[in-house]
Protein backbone atom coordinates (compact mmCIF):
# COMPACT_ATOMS: atom_id res chain seq x y z
CA UNK A 1 0.00 0.00 0.00
CA UNK A 2 3.04 2.63 -0.66
CA UNK A 3 2.45 4.49 -3.24
CA UNK A 4 5.38 5.56 -6.04
CA UNK A 5 7.22 8.33 -4.17
CA UNK A 6 5.85 11.64 -5.63
CA UNK A 7 7.86 13.27 -8.47
CA UNK A 8 6.67 16.41 -8.61
CA UNK A 9 4.57 18.38 -10.72
CA UNK A 10 6.94 19.77 -13.63
CA UNK A 11 5.71 17.42 -16.49
CA UNK A 12 2.03 18.77 -15.59
CA UNK A 13 3.38 22.71 -15.28
CA UNK A 14 4.97 22.50 -18.64
CA UNK A 15 1.70 20.79 -19.50
CA UNK A 16 -0.62 23.10 -17.98
CA UNK A 17 1.40 26.21 -19.80
CA UNK A 18 1.64 24.68 -23.38
CA UNK A 19 -2.25 23.85 -23.31
CA UNK A 20 -3.27 27.33 -21.89
CA UNK A 21 -1.20 28.68 -25.00
CA UNK A 22 -4.25 27.34 -27.19
CA UNK A 23 -6.78 26.20 -25.24
CA UNK A 24 -8.68 28.83 -22.75
CA UNK A 25 -7.48 28.66 -19.57
CA UNK A 26 -6.07 25.53 -20.72
CA UNK A 27 -8.83 23.15 -20.29
CA UNK A 28 -11.79 21.87 -22.43
CA UNK A 29 -14.33 22.28 -19.02
CA UNK A 30 -13.74 25.01 -16.56
CA UNK A 31 -13.26 23.00 -12.80
CA UNK A 32 -9.93 21.36 -14.15
CA UNK A 33 -8.16 24.27 -14.15
CA UNK A 34 -7.75 24.22 -9.77
CA UNK A 35 -9.65 28.17 -10.34
CA UNK A 36 -10.94 27.49 -6.50
CA UNK A 37 -7.91 25.71 -5.33
CA UNK A 38 -5.04 27.04 -6.93
CA UNK A 39 -1.89 25.39 -7.55
CA UNK A 40 -0.53 22.93 -11.03
CA UNK A 41 -3.69 20.79 -12.21
CA UNK A 42 -2.60 17.47 -12.76
CA UNK A 43 -2.57 16.29 -16.71
CA UNK A 44 -3.36 12.59 -16.27
CA UNK A 45 -1.87 9.91 -18.35
CA UNK A 46 -2.99 6.53 -17.22
CA UNK A 47 -5.76 5.23 -14.86
CA UNK A 48 -6.67 1.31 -13.64
CA UNK A 49 -9.50 0.34 -10.93
CA UNK A 50 -9.47 3.27 -8.13
CA UNK A 51 -6.50 4.44 -9.41
CA UNK A 52 -4.99 7.78 -11.70
CA UNK A 53 -1.53 8.44 -12.85
CA UNK A 54 -0.39 11.77 -13.41
CA UNK A 55 1.99 12.82 -16.23
CA UNK A 56 5.00 12.94 -13.32
CA UNK A 57 4.25 9.46 -12.79
CA UNK A 58 2.70 9.77 -9.55
CA UNK A 59 -0.02 7.72 -8.77
CA UNK A 60 -3.59 8.80 -7.07
CA UNK A 61 -6.26 7.10 -5.58
CA UNK A 62 -8.70 8.46 -7.48
CA UNK A 63 -12.42 10.07 -6.05
CA UNK A 64 -13.19 12.01 -8.91
CA UNK A 65 -14.04 8.74 -11.46
CA UNK A 66 -14.37 10.45 -14.61
CA UNK A 67 -16.85 13.22 -12.59
CA UNK A 68 -18.95 9.91 -12.48
CA UNK A 69 -18.62 7.74 -15.32
CA UNK A 70 -15.96 5.27 -14.18
CA UNK A 71 -18.70 3.39 -11.92
CA UNK A 72 -16.49 0.32 -12.48
CA UNK A 73 -13.36 1.69 -12.04
CA UNK A 74 -10.58 3.27 -14.95
CA UNK A 75 -10.03 1.24 -17.61
CA UNK A 76 -12.31 -2.01 -16.67
CA UNK A 77 -11.13 -4.60 -18.50
CA UNK A 78 -14.64 -6.13 -19.89
CA UNK A 79 -15.44 -2.22 -20.67
CA UNK A 80 -11.93 -1.72 -22.67
CA UNK A 81 -12.29 -5.61 -24.32
CA UNK A 82 -15.59 -4.82 -25.68
CA UNK A 83 -14.58 -1.27 -27.13
CA UNK A 84 -11.22 -2.33 -28.67
CA UNK A 85 -13.77 -5.04 -30.64
CA UNK A 86 -16.54 -2.47 -31.18
CA UNK A 87 -13.55 -0.41 -32.52
CA UNK A 88 -12.02 -3.17 -34.52
CA UNK A 89 -15.27 -3.38 -36.78
CA UNK A 90 -15.46 0.76 -37.31
CA UNK A 91 -15.60 3.79 -35.47
CA UNK A 92 -19.09 5.21 -36.34
CA UNK A 93 -21.38 4.69 -39.13
CA UNK A 94 -24.04 7.30 -38.96
CA UNK A 95 -26.74 4.22 -39.26
CA UNK A 96 -27.84 2.49 -36.39
CA UNK A 97 -25.97 -0.46 -35.03
CA UNK A 98 -27.51 -3.35 -32.76
CA UNK A 99 -26.24 -2.06 -29.80
CA UNK A 100 -28.46 0.77 -29.65
CA UNK A 101 -31.46 -0.96 -28.49
CA UNK A 102 -29.80 -3.42 -26.49
CA UNK A 103 -28.44 -0.17 -24.41
CA UNK A 104 -31.76 0.99 -24.47
CA UNK A 105 -33.23 -1.89 -23.31
CA UNK A 106 -30.82 -2.54 -20.11
CA UNK A 107 -31.89 1.27 -19.02
CA UNK A 108 -36.17 0.46 -19.65
CA UNK A 109 -35.09 -2.61 -17.98
CA UNK A 110 -33.62 -0.64 -14.50
CA UNK A 111 -36.49 2.64 -14.51
CA UNK A 112 -39.65 0.97 -15.57
CA UNK A 113 -41.00 4.54 -16.15
CA UNK A 114 -39.42 4.86 -19.38
CA UNK A 115 -40.71 2.86 -22.03
CA UNK A 116 -38.73 4.71 -25.05
CA UNK A 117 -35.31 6.24 -24.44
CA UNK A 118 -33.32 8.96 -27.18
CA UNK A 119 -29.68 8.05 -27.34
CA UNK A 120 -27.69 11.82 -27.18
CA UNK A 121 -24.11 12.51 -27.07
CA UNK A 122 -23.75 15.03 -23.56
CA UNK A 123 -26.14 15.29 -20.37
CA UNK A 124 -26.35 19.18 -21.82
CA UNK A 125 -28.18 17.32 -24.84
CA UNK A 126 -30.30 15.25 -23.10
CA UNK A 127 -32.04 17.96 -20.66
CA UNK A 128 -31.62 20.67 -23.38
CA UNK A 129 -33.76 18.38 -25.57
CA UNK A 130 -36.39 16.92 -22.98
CA UNK A 131 -36.95 20.78 -22.10
CA UNK A 132 -37.58 21.41 -25.87
CA UNK A 133 -39.79 18.12 -25.79
CA UNK A 134 -41.71 19.35 -23.13
CA UNK A 135 -42.58 22.83 -24.46
CA UNK A 136 -43.15 20.68 -27.55
CA UNK A 137 -45.57 18.69 -25.64
CA UNK A 138 -47.23 21.41 -23.53
CA UNK A 139 -47.36 24.59 -26.33
CA UNK A 140 -45.99 26.31 -22.75
CA UNK A 141 -42.38 28.49 -22.64
CA UNK A 142 -41.81 28.41 -19.17
CA UNK A 143 -39.16 25.86 -17.35
CA UNK A 144 -38.93 25.88 -13.48
CA UNK A 145 -35.58 25.18 -11.95
CA UNK A 146 -33.93 24.80 -8.73
CA UNK A 147 -30.86 27.38 -7.78
CA UNK A 148 -27.88 24.95 -7.21
CA UNK A 149 -29.12 22.26 -9.47
CA UNK A 150 -26.70 21.97 -13.21
CA UNK A 151 -28.05 20.33 -16.11
CA UNK A 152 -25.22 20.79 -18.51
CA UNK A 153 -24.89 24.59 -20.26
CA UNK A 154 -27.70 25.04 -22.83
CA UNK A 155 -28.60 29.21 -22.69
CA UNK A 156 -31.88 28.57 -20.32
CA UNK A 157 -30.69 26.48 -17.71
CA UNK A 158 -27.36 28.47 -16.65
CA UNK A 159 -29.18 30.44 -13.95
CA UNK A 160 -28.16 30.00 -10.59
CA UNK A 161 -26.80 26.72 -11.60
CA UNK A 162 -24.39 24.63 -9.42
CA UNK A 163 -21.15 22.68 -10.65
CA UNK A 164 -18.51 24.77 -12.22
CA UNK A 165 -20.72 27.85 -12.04
CA UNK A 166 -20.79 27.37 -8.02
CA UNK A 167 -17.20 26.67 -7.93
CA UNK A 168 -15.93 30.28 -9.64
CA UNK A 169 -19.09 31.77 -7.66
CA UNK A 170 -20.58 32.95 -11.09
CA UNK A 171 -24.50 33.79 -10.58
CA UNK A 172 -25.32 32.61 -14.72
CA UNK A 173 -23.05 33.44 -17.88
CA UNK A 174 -22.75 35.93 -20.55
CA UNK A 175 -24.04 35.74 -23.80
CA UNK A 176 -27.47 34.50 -22.93
CA UNK A 177 -30.20 36.62 -24.19
CA UNK A 178 -32.38 37.97 -21.53
CA UNK A 179 -35.39 36.63 -23.23
CA UNK A 180 -34.06 33.54 -22.96
CA UNK A 181 -33.28 33.82 -18.82
CA UNK A 182 -36.34 35.02 -18.93
CA UNK A 183 -38.37 32.11 -19.89
CA UNK A 184 -36.54 30.05 -16.75
CA UNK A 185 -38.26 30.44 -13.32
CA UNK A 186 -34.96 29.87 -10.71
CA UNK A 187 -36.70 28.67 -7.31
CA UNK A 188 -35.16 27.55 -3.99
CA UNK A 189 -34.68 23.98 -3.94
CA UNK A 190 -36.61 21.76 -0.91
CA UNK A 191 -39.83 24.55 -1.25
CA UNK A 192 -42.42 23.13 -1.64
CA UNK A 193 -44.15 26.89 -0.97
CA UNK A 194 -42.08 28.57 -3.36
CA UNK A 195 -43.60 25.80 -6.05
CA UNK A 196 -46.32 26.14 -5.75
CA UNK A 197 -46.44 29.99 -5.57
CA UNK A 198 -44.84 30.09 -8.88
CA UNK A 199 -47.65 27.44 -10.34
CA UNK A 200 -50.04 29.57 -8.39
CA UNK A 201 -48.63 32.87 -10.48
CA UNK A 202 -47.25 31.13 -14.13
CA UNK A 203 -49.23 28.14 -13.82
CA UNK A 204 -50.53 28.19 -17.29
CA UNK A 205 -47.40 28.58 -18.81
CA UNK A 206 -44.94 26.63 -17.39
CA UNK A 207 -44.01 23.65 -19.31
CA UNK A 208 -42.05 22.03 -16.92
CA UNK A 209 -39.83 21.65 -13.90
CA UNK A 210 -36.61 19.97 -14.26
CA UNK A 211 -34.82 18.96 -10.99
CA UNK A 212 -31.74 16.81 -10.37
CA UNK A 213 -33.23 13.59 -8.59
CA UNK A 214 -30.81 14.11 -5.55
CA UNK A 215 -28.75 17.53 -5.75
CA UNK A 216 -25.48 16.81 -6.46
CA UNK A 217 -23.85 19.78 -7.98
CA UNK A 218 -23.78 21.60 -5.23
CA UNK A 219 -22.51 19.57 -2.96
CA UNK A 220 -24.85 16.72 -2.74
CA UNK A 221 -28.03 17.77 -1.49
CA UNK A 222 -30.72 15.12 -1.09
CA UNK A 223 -34.38 16.09 -1.52
CA UNK A 224 -36.07 16.23 1.81
CA UNK A 225 -38.80 13.83 2.32
CA UNK A 226 -42.23 14.77 0.43
CA UNK A 227 -40.45 17.39 -1.51
CA UNK A 228 -40.08 15.24 -5.08
CA UNK A 229 -43.79 14.24 -4.90
CA UNK A 230 -45.00 17.60 -3.58
CA UNK A 231 -43.11 18.30 -7.04
CA UNK A 232 -44.67 16.22 -9.40
CA UNK A 233 -48.07 16.90 -7.88
CA UNK A 234 -47.98 20.39 -8.14
CA UNK A 235 -46.62 20.32 -11.62
CA UNK A 236 -49.45 17.59 -12.68
CA UNK A 237 -52.42 19.55 -11.17
CA UNK A 238 -50.86 22.36 -13.49
CA UNK A 239 -50.84 20.60 -16.54
CA UNK A 240 -46.63 20.75 -16.61
CA UNK A 241 -44.58 17.71 -16.65
CA UNK A 242 -41.37 17.00 -14.46
CA UNK A 243 -37.84 16.27 -15.78
CA UNK A 244 -36.00 14.47 -13.31
CA UNK A 245 -32.21 14.61 -14.43
CA UNK A 246 -30.26 11.95 -13.34
CA UNK A 247 -27.30 12.54 -16.00
CA UNK A 248 -25.28 12.54 -12.59
CA UNK A 249 -27.04 10.02 -9.99
CA UNK A 250 -28.31 7.54 -12.78
CA UNK A 251 -27.43 4.32 -12.42
CA UNK A 252 -24.53 5.20 -9.98
CA UNK A 253 -27.08 6.51 -6.35
CA UNK A 254 -28.26 3.34 -7.00
CA UNK A 255 -29.44 0.53 -9.32
CA UNK A 256 -32.42 2.04 -10.44
CA UNK A 257 -30.44 5.59 -10.04
CA UNK A 258 -31.80 7.87 -7.40
CA UNK A 259 -35.10 7.91 -8.32
CA UNK A 260 -35.20 4.00 -7.82
CA UNK A 261 -34.70 5.13 -4.10
CA UNK A 262 -36.72 8.32 -3.87
CA UNK A 263 -40.18 6.48 -5.46
CA UNK A 264 -40.87 4.50 -2.05
CA UNK A 265 -41.58 8.38 -0.80
CA UNK A 266 -44.48 9.45 -3.55
CA UNK A 267 -46.96 7.30 -2.00
CA UNK A 268 -49.28 8.48 -4.83
CA UNK A 269 -47.47 6.16 -7.69
CA UNK A 270 -46.85 9.35 -9.09
CA UNK A 271 -43.80 9.84 -11.31
CA UNK A 272 -41.63 12.02 -13.45
CA UNK A 273 -42.26 12.35 -16.82
CA UNK A 274 -39.02 12.53 -18.59
CA UNK A 275 -35.52 11.20 -17.18
CA UNK A 276 -32.04 12.28 -18.24
CA UNK A 277 -28.99 10.18 -18.01
CA UNK A 278 -25.18 10.46 -18.81
CA UNK A 279 -21.84 9.78 -17.10
CA UNK A 280 -22.48 5.97 -16.04
CA UNK A 281 -24.50 5.11 -19.33
CA UNK A 282 -21.66 5.80 -21.48
CA UNK A 283 -19.18 4.13 -18.85
CA UNK A 284 -16.59 6.51 -19.83
CA UNK A 285 -17.27 7.82 -23.49
CA UNK A 286 -19.43 10.65 -24.67
CA UNK A 287 -23.42 8.87 -24.36
CA UNK A 288 -25.94 10.42 -22.40
CA UNK A 289 -29.93 9.94 -23.17
CA UNK A 290 -33.76 11.04 -22.53
CA UNK A 291 -36.31 9.23 -21.69
CA UNK A 292 -40.03 8.43 -20.79
CA UNK A 293 -43.58 7.42 -21.55
CA UNK A 294 -44.25 6.14 -25.54
CA UNK A 295 -46.65 9.04 -26.26
CA UNK A 296 -44.51 11.67 -25.28
CA UNK A 297 -40.96 10.33 -27.13
CA UNK A 298 -42.97 9.53 -29.79
CA UNK A 299 -43.30 13.31 -30.33
CA UNK A 300 -39.31 13.45 -31.28
CA UNK A 301 -39.01 13.49 -35.26
CA UNK A 302 -38.98 11.02 -37.07
CA UNK A 303 -42.26 10.17 -35.60
CA UNK A 304 -43.28 14.06 -34.51
CA UNK A 305 -42.95 17.62 -34.74
CA UNK A 306 -39.71 17.62 -31.70
CA UNK A 307 -36.55 17.86 -33.86
CA UNK A 308 -33.37 16.46 -32.85
CA UNK A 309 -30.12 14.66 -34.19
CA UNK A 310 -26.97 14.09 -33.76
CA UNK A 311 -23.73 12.95 -36.29
CA UNK A 312 -22.48 10.86 -33.24
CA UNK A 313 -25.63 9.96 -31.38
CA UNK A 314 -25.60 6.10 -30.60
CA UNK A 315 -21.96 6.30 -31.19
CA UNK A 316 -21.42 2.29 -31.32
CA UNK A 317 -18.00 2.63 -29.37
CA UNK A 318 -19.78 5.03 -26.80
CA UNK A 319 -22.48 2.16 -26.45
CA UNK A 320 -20.58 -0.61 -26.24
CA UNK A 321 -19.15 1.50 -23.31
CA UNK A 322 -21.99 2.22 -21.59
CA UNK A 323 -23.43 -1.32 -22.21
CA UNK A 324 -20.71 -3.26 -20.97
CA UNK A 325 -20.48 -1.32 -17.55
CA UNK A 326 -24.23 -1.74 -16.86
CA UNK A 327 -23.95 -5.14 -17.34
CA UNK A 328 -21.41 -5.20 -15.20
CA UNK A 329 -22.94 -2.69 -12.64
CA UNK A 330 -24.44 -5.96 -10.41
CA UNK A 331 -25.44 -5.91 -7.16
CA UNK A 332 -22.13 -6.96 -5.86
CA UNK A 333 -20.71 -3.62 -7.73
CA UNK A 334 -23.32 -1.68 -5.66
CA UNK A 335 -22.27 -3.07 -2.74
CA UNK A 336 -18.63 -2.21 -3.02
CA UNK A 337 -19.70 1.24 -4.19
CA UNK A 338 -21.75 1.53 -1.19
CA UNK A 339 -19.10 -0.11 1.42
CA UNK A 340 -16.79 2.00 -0.27
CA UNK A 341 -18.84 5.46 0.80
CA UNK A 342 -19.83 3.75 4.40
CA UNK A 343 -15.82 3.46 4.98
CA UNK A 344 -14.58 6.98 3.27
CA UNK A 345 -17.79 8.42 5.33
CA UNK A 346 -16.52 6.69 8.62
CA UNK A 347 -12.83 7.70 8.10
CA UNK A 348 -13.48 11.55 7.69
CA UNK A 349 -16.17 11.54 10.53
CA UNK A 350 -13.06 10.04 13.13
CA UNK A 351 -10.21 11.90 11.37
CA UNK A 352 -12.39 15.30 11.29
CA UNK A 353 -13.34 15.19 14.86
CA UNK A 354 -9.84 14.63 15.70
CA UNK A 355 -8.99 17.67 14.52
CA UNK A 356 -11.33 19.88 15.37
CA UNK A 357 -12.94 20.63 11.83
CA UNK A 358 -16.61 21.12 11.69
CA UNK A 359 -18.21 19.56 8.99
CA UNK A 360 -20.97 17.80 7.67
CA UNK A 361 -21.05 14.67 5.43
CA UNK A 362 -24.54 14.86 3.23
CA UNK A 363 -25.39 11.85 1.19
CA UNK A 364 -27.52 10.38 -1.64
CA UNK A 365 -27.08 6.60 -2.17
CA UNK A 366 -23.17 5.94 -2.56
CA UNK A 367 -22.99 9.68 -3.30
CA UNK A 368 -21.93 11.94 -0.97
CA UNK A 369 -19.29 15.08 0.20
CA UNK A 370 -18.31 16.64 2.70
CA UNK A 371 -19.17 20.15 3.38
CA UNK A 372 -16.70 22.57 5.57
CA UNK A 373 -18.06 24.38 8.36
CA UNK A 374 -20.37 24.95 11.32
CA UNK A 375 -24.43 24.10 10.16
CA UNK A 376 -26.82 24.53 12.55
CA UNK A 377 -29.50 22.90 10.51
CA UNK A 378 -28.99 20.71 7.75
CA UNK A 379 -28.66 22.69 4.60
CA UNK A 380 -31.82 22.57 2.25
CA UNK A 381 -30.37 24.62 -0.23
CA UNK A 382 -28.22 26.61 -2.45
CA UNK A 383 -27.82 29.88 -0.16
CA UNK A 384 -27.25 27.22 2.79
CA UNK A 385 -24.81 25.24 1.39
CA UNK A 386 -23.19 28.86 0.14
CA UNK A 387 -22.43 29.36 3.48
CA UNK A 388 -19.61 26.58 4.08
CA UNK A 389 -16.27 27.12 4.43
CA UNK A 390 -14.03 26.88 0.94
CA UNK A 391 -10.74 28.00 2.70
CA UNK A 392 -10.67 24.84 4.41
CA UNK A 393 -11.77 22.73 1.45
CA UNK A 394 -9.18 24.34 -0.47
CA UNK A 395 -6.50 23.36 2.21
CA UNK A 396 -7.97 19.77 2.70
CA UNK A 397 -8.33 19.07 -0.84
CA UNK A 398 -4.18 19.98 -2.07
CA UNK A 399 -3.08 17.95 1.55
CA UNK A 400 -4.88 14.58 0.33
CA UNK A 401 -3.14 15.30 -2.91
CA UNK A 402 0.19 15.32 -1.91
CA UNK A 403 -0.67 12.08 0.09
CA UNK A 404 -1.73 10.54 -3.12
CA UNK A 405 -5.54 11.09 -3.25
CA UNK A 406 -7.43 12.60 -6.21
CA UNK A 407 -10.22 14.84 -4.84
CA UNK A 408 -13.04 17.26 -6.97
CA UNK A 409 -10.75 20.30 -7.08
CA UNK A 410 -13.55 21.86 -5.83
CA UNK A 411 -16.01 22.48 -2.51
CA UNK A 412 -19.60 22.06 -4.90
CA UNK A 413 -19.00 18.46 -6.33
CA UNK A 414 -19.74 14.97 -4.91
CA UNK A 415 -16.91 12.46 -3.87
CA UNK A 416 -17.03 10.06 -6.42
CA UNK A 417 -16.14 6.22 -5.76
CA UNK A 418 -15.98 3.24 -7.84
CA UNK A 419 -16.79 -0.67 -7.51
CA UNK A 420 -12.51 -0.95 -8.01
CA UNK A 421 -12.06 0.94 -4.54
CA UNK A 422 -10.71 -2.09 -2.70
CA UNK A 423 -8.93 -2.16 0.97
CA UNK A 424 -5.65 -0.83 -0.46
CA UNK A 425 -7.39 1.97 -1.71
CA UNK A 426 -9.27 2.71 0.99
CA UNK A 427 -6.59 2.18 3.60
CA UNK A 428 -4.76 5.24 1.63
CA UNK A 429 -7.39 7.34 2.13
CA UNK A 430 -7.93 6.55 5.72
CA UNK A 431 -4.02 7.22 5.85
CA UNK A 432 -4.10 10.69 4.30
CA UNK A 433 -7.09 12.40 6.02
CA UNK A 434 -5.53 12.84 9.40
CA UNK A 435 -2.81 15.25 8.05
CA UNK A 436 -5.39 16.71 5.78
CA UNK A 437 -8.11 17.08 8.38
CA UNK A 438 -5.25 18.92 10.52
CA UNK A 439 -4.64 21.30 7.74
CA UNK A 440 -8.43 22.09 7.31
CA UNK A 441 -8.46 22.97 10.68
CA UNK A 442 -5.67 25.16 10.51
CA UNK A 443 -6.97 26.87 7.37
N1 LIG B 1 -27.09 17.18 -15.53
C1 LIG B 1 -26.41 16.87 -14.41
C2 LIG B 1 -27.17 16.52 -13.17
C3 LIG B 1 -25.02 16.85 -14.41
O1 LIG B 1 -24.36 16.54 -13.29
C4 LIG B 1 -24.33 17.18 -15.60
C5 LIG B 1 -22.81 17.19 -15.68
N2 LIG B 1 -22.12 17.20 -14.52
C6 LIG B 1 -25.08 17.51 -16.74
C7 LIG B 1 -26.45 17.49 -16.67
C8 LIG B 1 -24.41 17.87 -18.03
O2 LIG B 1 -23.79 16.77 -18.60
P1 LIG B 1 -22.59 16.98 -19.63
O3 LIG B 1 -21.45 17.55 -18.86
O4 LIG B 1 -22.35 15.61 -20.17
O5 LIG B 1 -23.10 17.91 -20.69
Not at 67 to 93: I, M, N, S, T, Y
Not at 245 to 270: H, K, M, N
Not at 320 to 342: I, K, M, P, S, W
Request: cysteine-free; aromatic content about 6%; charged content about 15%.
Amino acid sequence: NERPAASGTARSAELAERAARVIPGGVNSPVRAYGSVGGTPRFLVSGRGAYVTDADGTEYVDLVASWGPALLGHAHPAVVDAVQEAAGRGLGFGASVPEEAELAEEIIARVPEVERLRLVSTGTEATMTAIRLARGATGRPLVVKFAGHYHGHSDGLLAEAGSGLATLAMPGSAGVTAETAGQTLVLPYNDPTALAAAFAEHGDRIAAVIAEAAAANMGVLPPEPGFTAAMIEIAHRHGALVILDEVLTGFRAGPSGYWGIEQARVPSGAAPDLFTFGKVVGGGLPLAALGGRTELMELLAPLGPVYQAGTLSGNPLAVTAGLTTLRHADVAAYRALGNAADAIIGEVTTAFEAAGVPFRVQRAGSLFSVLFGEFAEPPLDYAAVQRQEVERHRAFFHAMLEQGVNLPPSAFEAWFVTAAHDDAALERIAGALPAAARAAAAA
